[in-house]
T-cell receptor
């Protein structure tokens, strides 16, 4: 599976959109981009995934560049409960997810 | 559904003792995963099952670790004998291969401390 690069940490303002970047320059054509998050002391939680097109669900939006070498997870209105470690994962399928170190996102009041 | 259930939530044991962690996946899910999380190594996949059959156990650290899934609603991860370096949070997750998102649903984890 391709590797991903995320900033180790970032702060976001409560109520504002949070844009979480991820680089995956070695992604293959049939690899998906998955996003999970882990709130302190809890198990990881699925957020969204995509292949080529932008995706949106009730939690977030996923914007994938046309060359698929990077993506951005957008939390439209960050709340304090969105403070978590966010993992960007590239994988052929959902069975071998390599979580990496993730991006520690702190939402500030 | 109650989600993925793991027991115990916390386990403290002495080096050399046998430890058994338990997991009940979400009903109807056909995949089950065991992960281990430590500060040093992050979240690692140990083994996963499909329809109760182990598919990939390449992440199991050594022969002291074993996992079974006797039926679709129960799995165990056993460590015998346990060592201090096994101290970690162990997560179980399940997923449904025909689901819309193929997302993995994680349990709350078992925090294992080996002294």
């Amino acid at each position: 599976d391709a590797k991903t690069t995320q900033p180790p940490s970032m702060d976001c303002a409560e109520g504002r959109a949070a844009n979480l970047p991820c680089n995956h320059s070695t992604i293959s054509g049939n690899e998906y981009v998955y996003w999970y998050r882990q709130i302190h002391s809890q198990g990881p939680q699925y957020i969204i995934h995509g292949l080529k097109n932008n995706e949106t669900n009730e939690m977030a939006s996923l914007i994938i560049t046309e060359d698929r070498k990077s993506s951005t997870l957008i939390l439209p209105h960050a709340t304090l409960r969105d403070t978590a470690v966010y993992y960007c994962i590239v994988s052929y399928g959902n069975n071998r997810l390599a979580f990496g170190k993730g991006n520690q996102v702190v939402v500030i009041p | 559904d109650a989600g993925v259930i793991q027991s115990p939530r916390h386990e403290v044991t002495e080096m050399g003792q046998e430890v058994t962690l338990r997991c009940k996946p979400i009903s109807g899910h056909d995949y089950l995963f065991w992960y281990r999380q430590t500060m040093m190594r992050g979240l690692e996949l140990l083994i996963y099952f499909n329809n109760n059959v182990p598919i990939d156990d390449s992440g199991m650290p050594e022969d002291r670790f074993s996992a079974k899934m006797p039926n679709a609603s129960f799995s165990t991860l056993k460590i015998q004998p346990s060592e201090p370096r096994d101290s970690a949070v162990y997560f179980c997750a399940s997923s449904y291969s025909r689901g819309k998102n193929y997302e993995q649903y994680f349990g709350p984890g078992t925090r294992l401390t080996v002294t």
